[in-house]
Nanobody, 116 residues
């Protein structure tokens, strides 16, 4: 059974940094993509950053230049380095790992809170 476990969230002050990790177990095939999403109450889940096996990355405009996604396809594991955090970054962050044979899988979500 595939399981994604996230870690690294918490409470940080404005301007601070956090590094989220998402480690997958039970996957038989390497990912086609690894993505971080975030969600705040009563809003749709939004894409934060994604990375392909070739290392191609994509970022939401609101985090470009502050967040960096990286990944290890062999494990697989994906990280999100978040710098210069603001209260607008407060959300539950979810990792998503997809491959065409096993479909997509989600982490349980991890809270990131940025105080002003």
């Amino acid at each position: 059974q595939v399981q994604l476990v996230e870690s690294g969230g918490g409470l940080v002050q404005t301007g601070g940094s956090l590094r989220l990790s998402c480690a997958a177990s039970g996957m038989k095939w390497r990912p086609n993509s690894m993505t971080w999403y975030r969600q705040v109450p009563e809003k749709k889940r939004e894409l934060v950053a994604s990375i392909t096996p070739a290392g191609r990355t994509n970022y939401a405009g609101s985090v470009k230049g502050r967040f960096t996604i990286s990944g290890d396809n062999a494990k697989p594991e994906v990280w999100l380095q978040m710098n210069n955090l603001s209260p607008d970054d407060t959300a539950v962050y979810y990792c998503n790992i997809y491959n065409q044979w096993e479909g997509e899988h989600w982490g349980q979500g991890i809270q990131v809170t940025v105080s002003s």
